[in-house]
């Protein structure tokens, strides 16, 4: 079985080099993302390895945020670059730390080689709050510590207060100007029909990534 593993990671590179150690084989491929605000120099003066790459484009990732996916989108972009059509993709954290061998790996995706791994919450979503945060409303990055951001409502169809705090927003430049006219709607334009939520860790076949990536290049804004 073809593994490409795509791994995040923020600190701990003496982890990480036992992490890919632990996975390492002939038939694997790891393409690592270090965060942004993390010194790459100490992963890469410890992990010198012909089917390592660390990623050029990297992101500033703040906890709970969007620039999390985007973090992934680059790490999925490299992934498919080999065009490894019977390949696995296998989403991991630079904190994660395989307790099955090899064998178990191989043997347990090859019996499973047709399907996908991806966890999702089934509960009703749409009636929760964290629905309306997350669909309905604008969040806002104070600054890029964890859980400093704020979540804002479509301008069009906000009360005095939410638009007070975009006015606020602007004059503080946490929102740039050219960006404003984004917040001028009655609501939020959706995507998808019906909205889900869950982990975002998966394991993947290369034509379901490539198919993610063909749908993401289709669908910019």
């Not at 073809?2 to 393409?31: C, G």
Request: with cysteine.
């Amino acid at each position: 079985m073809i593994k490409t593993y795509i791994i995040t990671v923020h600190n701990n590179p003496n982890h990480l080099k036992r992490l890919i150690n632990r996975l390492n084989d002939n038939k694997s491929k790891f393409y690592i993302h270090v965060d942004l605000k993390s010194d790459i120099k100490s992963f890469k003066d410890i992990i010198d390895l012909s089917n390592v790459e660390f990623i050029k484009e990297r992101v500033n990732c703040i906890w709970g945020d969007f620039s999390q996916v985007m973090a992934t989108i680059n790490l999925l972009r490299y992934a498919i670059l080999n065009k490894n059509h019977n390949s696995k993709i296998i989403f991991l954290s630079g904190q994660d730390y395989s307790i099955k061998s090899l064998y178990d790996i191989d043997k347990y995706l090859i019996e499973n080689k047709k399907n996908e791994f991806i966890s999702f919450d089934n509960d009703p979503f749409e009636k929760s709050f964290v629905y309306k945060q997350r669909v309905h409303q604008y969040k806002i990055n104070k600054s890029d510590k964890r859980l400093d951001f704020v979540f804002l409502n479509p301008i069009l169809s906000s009360d005095f207060n939410n638009l007070k705090l975009f006015i606020k927003l602007i004059l503080k430049r946490k929102i740039k100007i050219k960006e404003t006219f984004g917040f001028l709607k009655i609501k939020r334009k959706l995507i998808f029909k019906k909205q889900y939520k869950g982990s975002n860790w998966f394991a993947l076949n290369y034509s379901t990534v490539n198919s993610i990536l063909d749908f993401i290049e289709k669908n910019k804004v």
